[in-house]
T-cell receptor, first 113, second 111 residues
Framework: SAVISQKPSRDICQRGTSLTIQCQVDSQVTMMFWYRQQPGQSLTLIATANQGSEATYESGFVIDKFPISRPNLTFSTLTVSNMSPEDSSIYLC??????????FGPGTRLTVL | EDQVTQSPEALRLQEGESSSLNCSYT??????LFWYRQDPGKGPEFLFTLYSAGEEKEKERLKATLTKKESFLHITAPKPEDSATYLCAVQGSSSASKIIFGSGTRLSIRP
């Protein structure tokens, strides 16, 4: 397994602003993912964060709205841009040595007013 | 299209009362089926991966089983600390297949 930390743990933001969420892992990992969990719902994959190249986005998610950086094998950021109340959600970072077994960070709870 | 359906949505049990959670799935070639536990305000905690029908895995009071169409998470003599949401997820055999999560079962164990 891996120890994963996220910052911030929670935030309340005004609509139209942007928030960058950080994910730090205690060891080098090949695969890093970003998920969204809307209130009362399950997890939806936003994108795979690729080290040294552009992230791979899932259907319904675009780089302009959710830019992702992954400068090395232990760190990634997800930015939620031009936020609206519909972006209120928990954002989770996960890592895996293989795609099958993923370990999740504690999440960032975002509220947009 | 890959799909995961979990039932029931919520389950309330008395401490010591055994039961099972269901995960029905549709996937084109199963690469793996996963169970996670999620406590309120926290990220999911990995429990098990099952790869083929007939496989079983155990951890303390939990046992996960797999058939070609569904998986069960059996909980034996549960304790209040087992209260959590249990998530099932699947990945198909396509190299591009993402992991699809079910909506979860909220389990509550009364002392």
């Amino acid at each position: 397994s891996a120890v994963i930390s996220q910052k911030p743990s929670r935030d309340i933001c005004q609509r139209g602003t942007s928030l960058t969420i950080q994910c730090q892992v205690d060891s080098q990992v090949t695969m890093m993912f970003w998920y969204r969990q809307q209130p009362g719902q399950s997890l939806t994959l936003i994108a795979t964060a690729n080290q040294g190249s552009e992230a791979t986005y899932e259907s319904g998610f675009v780089i302009d709205k959710f830019p992702i950086s992954r400068p090395n094998l232990t760190f990634s950021t997800l930015t939620v841009s031009n936020m609206s109340p519909e972006d209120s959600s928990i954002y989770l970072c996960s890592v895996g040595l293989t795609r099958e077994e993923q370990f999740f960070g504690p999440g960032t709870r975002l509220t947009v007013l | 299209e890959d799909q995961v359906t979990q039932s029931p949505e919520a389950l309330r049990l008395q401490e010591g009362e055994s039961s099972s959670l269901n995960c029905s799935y549709t996937v084109s070639g199963l690469r793996g089926l996963f169970w996670y536990r999620q406590d309120p305000g926290k990220g999911p905690e990995f429990l098990f991966t099952l790869y083929s029908a007939g496989e079983e895995k155990e951890k303390e009071r939990l046992k996960a089983t797999l058939t070609k169409k569904e998986s069960f998470l059996h909980i034996t003599a549960p304790k209040p600390e087992d209260s959590a949401t249990y998530l099932c997820a699947v990945q198909g055999s396509s190299s591009a297949s993402k992991i699809i999560f079910g909506s979860g079962t909220r389990l509550s164990i009364r002392p």
